[in-house]
């Protein structure tokens, strides 16, 4: 190994200007992440399956894919609100679709997994017994939903595919007010 001359080592850059490449860095990291737009007529879709059926998301709202770990219950909470989860320091609420959209139930298999959907600053996870991956869908392709679709109302869905594959409305579901629990306990003692 040839030591290099002190005179020719690159000079550390000063605390001031260290600071400002920090501070341009921290500021690119920050940003919100932009989705890129589908080529016109076309979705991107995270599909999954749920009590044997397959459904599919936009992946516009999906943050990440998370294997169930550990579940925490909670008290007071409907019973599609199955409990919490820490996804790297973070507290989140798991929500079963099944019981929220009443399909049928199925037991919880070794590979269920949580998919993290983000709509401004709710996030909140969904259950789902697999993960299939992401795919597109063609917007001509989906067709309305049938009123014969047990248990989950037209207004979740935006259509079917010729394939069978359920497209839910994330922006509906996430915007549903029975997500955000507003439960006060009293105290036992008084």
Same mark, same amino acid.
């Given at each position: 190994?040839?030591?290099?001359?002190? $005179?020719?080592?690159?000079?550390?850059? @000063?605390? #001031?200007?260290?600071?400002?490449?920090?501070?341009?860095?921290? +500021?690119?990291?920050? +940003?919100?992440?932009?989705?890129? !737009? #589908?080529?016109?007529?076309?979705?991107?879709?995270?599909?999954?399956?749920?009590? *044997? #059926?397959?459904?599919?998301?936009?992946?516009?709202?999906?943050?990440? %894919?998370? &294997?169930?770990?550990?579940?925490?219950?909670? &008290?007071?909470?409907?019973?599609?609100?199955? =409990?919490?989860? *820490?996804?790297?320091?973070?507290?989140?609420? %798991?929500?079963?679709?099944?019981?929220?959209? *009443?399909?049928?139930?199925?037991?919880?298999?070794?590979? *269920?997994?949580?998919?993290?959907?983000?709509?401004?600053?709710?996030?909140? =996870?969904?259950? $789902?017994? !697999? %993960?299939?991956? %992401?795919?597109?869908?063609?917007?001509?392709?989906?067709? !309305?939903?049938? &009123?014969?679709?047990?248990?989950?109302?037209?207004?979740?869905?935006?259509?079917?595919?010729?394939?069978?594959?359920?497209?839910? @409305?994330?922006?509906?579901?996430?915007?549903?007010? +029975?997500?955000?629990?507003?439960? /006060?306990? /009293?105290?036992?003692?008084?």
């Amino acid at each position: 190994m040839i030591a290099m001359p002190a $005179a020719t080592k690159p000079a550390a850059p @000063d605390p #001031e200007t260290t600071r400002k490449i920090l501070e341009g860095r921290a +500021r690119t990291l920050a +940003r919100e992440r932009r989705i890129e !737009a #589908e080529p016109e007529g076309r979705l991107e879709v995270l599909e999954f399956v749920l009590a *044997n #059926e397959r459904y599919g998301l936009e992946t516009s709202y999906l943050r990440e %894919v998370y &294997p169930l770990k550990e579940l925490t219950p909670l &008290p007071c909470t409907p019973p599609f609100i199955l =409990g919490i989860i *820490n996804v790297r320091g973070q507290i989140l609420a %798991v929500t079963d679709l099944k019981r929220f959209f *009443n399909l049928p139930d199925k037991g919880l298999s070794d590979l *269920n997994k949580v998919i993290i959907l983000r709509r401004g600053r709710l996030e909140v =996870g969904i259950l $789902a017994d !697999a %993960v299939s991956g %992401v795919r597109p869908v063609s917007i001509s392709e989906v067709q !309305a939903p049938l &009123p014969t679709l047990e248990g989950i109302s037209p207004d979740y869905l935006k259509g079917v595919t010729p394939e069978a594959l359920v497209i839910l @409305d994330a922006e509906k579901i996430l915007a549903d007010p +029975r997500l955000i629990v507003h439960e /006060e306990v /009293e105290p036992l003692i008084k």
